[in-house]
Nanobody, 122 residues
Protein backbone atom coordinates (compact mmCIF):
# COMPACT_ATOMS: atom_id res chain seq x y z
CA UNK A 1 0.00 0.00 0.00
CA UNK A 2 1.29 3.43 -0.97
CA UNK A 3 -0.30 6.73 -0.03
CA UNK A 4 0.64 9.80 -2.01
CA UNK A 5 0.30 13.37 -0.76
CA UNK A 6 0.92 16.21 -3.16
CA UNK A 7 2.07 19.76 -2.52
CA UNK A 8 2.96 22.75 -4.63
CA UNK A 9 1.06 24.16 -7.55
CA UNK A 10 -0.79 27.44 -7.69
CA UNK A 11 -0.99 30.40 -10.02
CA UNK A 12 1.90 31.64 -12.14
CA UNK A 13 2.36 33.84 -15.17
CA UNK A 14 3.35 32.39 -18.51
CA UNK A 15 7.10 31.81 -18.65
CA UNK A 16 7.29 31.24 -14.93
CA UNK A 17 8.13 28.16 -12.90
CA UNK A 18 6.47 25.94 -10.34
CA UNK A 19 7.54 22.87 -8.44
CA UNK A 20 5.24 20.02 -7.51
CA UNK A 21 6.10 17.48 -4.86
CA UNK A 22 4.68 14.06 -4.11
CA UNK A 23 5.40 12.53 -0.72
CA UNK A 24 4.79 8.84 -0.24
CA UNK A 25 4.19 6.72 2.80
CA UNK A 26 5.48 3.20 3.14
CA UNK A 27 8.89 1.67 3.48
CA UNK A 28 8.72 0.18 -0.03
CA UNK A 29 8.53 3.49 -1.87
CA UNK A 30 11.86 2.82 -3.56
CA UNK A 31 10.23 -0.20 -5.25
CA UNK A 32 7.69 1.95 -7.08
CA UNK A 33 7.90 3.96 -10.24
CA UNK A 34 6.21 7.35 -9.92
CA UNK A 35 4.52 9.41 -12.56
CA UNK A 36 2.68 12.66 -13.08
CA UNK A 37 -0.49 13.15 -15.06
CA UNK A 38 -2.65 16.16 -15.70
CA UNK A 39 -6.20 16.82 -16.70
CA UNK A 40 -7.58 20.08 -18.00
CA UNK A 41 -11.30 20.84 -18.02
CA UNK A 42 -13.04 19.06 -20.84
CA UNK A 43 -9.92 17.16 -21.83
CA UNK A 44 -8.67 13.64 -21.30
CA UNK A 45 -6.05 12.84 -18.74
CA UNK A 46 -2.56 13.30 -20.15
CA UNK A 47 0.68 11.63 -19.19
CA UNK A 48 3.28 14.22 -18.16
CA UNK A 49 6.33 12.48 -16.77
CA UNK A 50 7.55 9.42 -14.88
CA UNK A 51 10.64 8.15 -13.11
CA UNK A 52 11.69 4.58 -12.50
CA UNK A 53 11.97 3.17 -9.00
CA UNK A 54 15.73 3.72 -8.88
CA UNK A 55 15.56 7.10 -10.56
CA UNK A 56 17.81 5.95 -13.37
CA UNK A 57 15.15 6.29 -16.07
CA UNK A 58 12.90 9.23 -16.75
CA UNK A 59 10.07 9.70 -19.23
CA UNK A 60 8.31 12.77 -20.55
CA UNK A 61 5.27 13.56 -22.63
CA UNK A 62 6.02 15.37 -25.86
CA UNK A 63 4.30 18.55 -24.71
CA UNK A 64 6.61 19.03 -21.71
CA UNK A 65 9.95 17.74 -22.97
CA UNK A 66 12.72 20.23 -22.35
CA UNK A 67 10.61 22.26 -19.91
CA UNK A 68 9.76 19.85 -17.08
CA UNK A 69 12.17 17.78 -15.00
CA UNK A 70 11.23 14.89 -12.75
CA UNK A 71 13.41 13.73 -9.88
CA UNK A 72 13.12 11.53 -6.83
CA UNK A 73 14.75 11.19 -3.44
CA UNK A 74 14.16 7.69 -2.12
CA UNK A 75 15.71 8.56 1.23
CA UNK A 76 12.95 11.14 1.71
CA UNK A 77 10.21 9.22 -0.11
CA UNK A 78 9.55 12.15 -2.40
CA UNK A 79 9.25 12.82 -6.11
CA UNK A 80 9.36 16.31 -7.53
CA UNK A 81 8.31 17.82 -10.83
CA UNK A 82 10.08 21.05 -11.71
CA UNK A 83 8.07 22.93 -14.30
CA UNK A 84 9.79 25.75 -16.19
CA UNK A 85 8.74 27.96 -19.09
CA UNK A 86 5.13 27.36 -18.22
CA UNK A 87 2.46 28.04 -20.81
CA UNK A 88 -1.27 28.70 -20.43
CA UNK A 89 -1.91 25.29 -21.98
CA UNK A 90 -0.15 23.71 -18.99
CA UNK A 91 -3.12 24.75 -16.85
CA UNK A 92 -4.65 21.61 -15.37
CA UNK A 93 -5.07 19.55 -12.24
CA UNK A 94 -1.88 17.59 -11.77
CA UNK A 95 -1.81 14.14 -10.18
CA UNK A 96 1.09 12.06 -9.01
CA UNK A 97 0.76 8.32 -9.27
CA UNK A 98 2.73 5.22 -8.39
CA UNK A 99 2.98 1.68 -9.62
CA UNK A 100 5.38 -1.21 -9.31
CA UNK A 101 5.77 -1.19 -13.09
CA UNK A 102 7.61 1.59 -14.96
CA UNK A 103 5.46 0.79 -17.97
CA UNK A 104 2.13 0.74 -16.18
CA UNK A 105 2.91 3.94 -14.25
CA UNK A 106 2.78 5.77 -17.58
CA UNK A 107 -0.68 4.52 -18.46
CA UNK A 108 -2.80 3.02 -15.66
CA UNK A 109 -0.98 3.42 -12.35
CA UNK A 110 -2.41 1.77 -9.28
CA UNK A 111 -2.00 4.52 -6.69
CA UNK A 112 -2.97 8.18 -7.04
CA UNK A 113 -2.40 11.42 -5.20
CA UNK A 114 -5.17 13.87 -4.44
CA UNK A 115 -4.43 16.27 -7.28
CA UNK A 116 -3.28 19.87 -7.24
CA UNK A 117 -4.29 22.81 -9.42
CA UNK A 118 -1.76 24.54 -11.64
CA UNK A 119 -2.94 27.69 -13.38
CA UNK A 120 -0.80 29.57 -15.87
CA UNK A 121 -2.02 33.02 -16.83
CA UNK A 122 -1.19 34.63 -20.15
Amino acid sequence: QVQLVQSGGGLVQAGGSLRLSCAASGRTFSSYAVGWFRQAPGKEREFVSAVSSSGSSTYYGDSVKGRFTISRDNAKNTVSLQMNSLKPEDTAVYYCAADASSLRVRSVPHYWGQGTQVTVSS
